[in-house]
């Protein structure tokens, strides 16, 4: 078949306007930084346990504490949340939503075995969807990077924190270690404040005023009742996650390649988490969860993978 010149020419100008707008889009395109990641990382985490939550829930049949949980899910999905997944990929974020919707539904429809069962397909499929959104968003080289994955261990460590504190009613930023005071006068102890970690939310490690902080012996005497059951589940199924992401992602790897200095300090961290996830599990004192977290995992993560403390 023979092609005539001047058909030629449209063809080309089709090409040209067809890469110029692949350039275009590439030049738009937001690159995330590893914080960003490390982020988004976490928030993924915290997407899964909540999910898990419901379906636990929905299986012992407390409708009110499944509706928790959803609601906490979708409350995740920010404008800002629903616009970084959707510059990698419109379908993706779309697909979670609906499946979150779904899973919200879910709790306040059908009973019995067919909603358990129905509920326990949607939160594999929210894990599909959210497994193929870090794929989309996360560049491999920063997915696969040990420093971005321990930030994303910090931030999901302060939302076990948070969730704790909110669970016990607390009054006070557990994340923030300068409420740790090593005598009853409301004075920080500065040695404590060097072996801590300043994580990328909003621990202030300055000591202040000492206005704002309690004595251990008034913290561990009066926070001991649980008064919110949704947040503890989500600060223990948290911890879990924190666990599993550790062990099975950074730890194995991280041994391979450091000194045996490292490789210590990488052993403590994984004994302090399984002593974290045991000692939530059995509601221990607030005082308790804190000072393994400040005291055992932070110092011990800044040993082992070179991370900064980050006066705030």
Partial sequence: MKIEKKSIMPLLMATVVLLAGFNTHTILGHNFSPDESASFLALVNTLKAEAQMVQQNLATNNMSLASDHANKALALMTDDVNKEIAERNQRLSDDLNTALV??????????????????????????????????????????????????????????????????????????????????????????????????????????????????????SNSNDILINTTDYQTAQALAMKVQELFDNQIMNSSLSEGSQTANQTINNVSAALEDLVTSIDGKASPMDIMTIVHTRIHPNLMTAFGLQLENG
């Fill in 102 to 219: 779904s899973l919200k539904t879910s709790t306040e429809s059908a009973h019995g075995n067919k909603t358990a069962s129905d509920t326990d397909l949607l939160v594999n499929d929210i894990d599909d969807i959210l497994d193929e959104i870090v794929t989309a968003r996360i560049d491999p080289d920063q997915l696969n990077n040990s420093t971005i994955q321990v930030l994303a261990v910090v931030e999901l460590l302060d939302e076990v924190l948070r969730n704790y504190g909110y669970a016990f009613a607390v009054g006070y930023d557990m994340t923030n270690m300068s409420m740790m005071t090593m005598d009853g006068n409301n004075n920080t102890n500065n040695s404590s404040e060097n072996s801590s970690i300043h994580s990328m939310s909003t621990m202030n490690m300055g000591g202040g005023d000492g206005s704002n902080n309690m004595s251990i012996e008034d913290m």
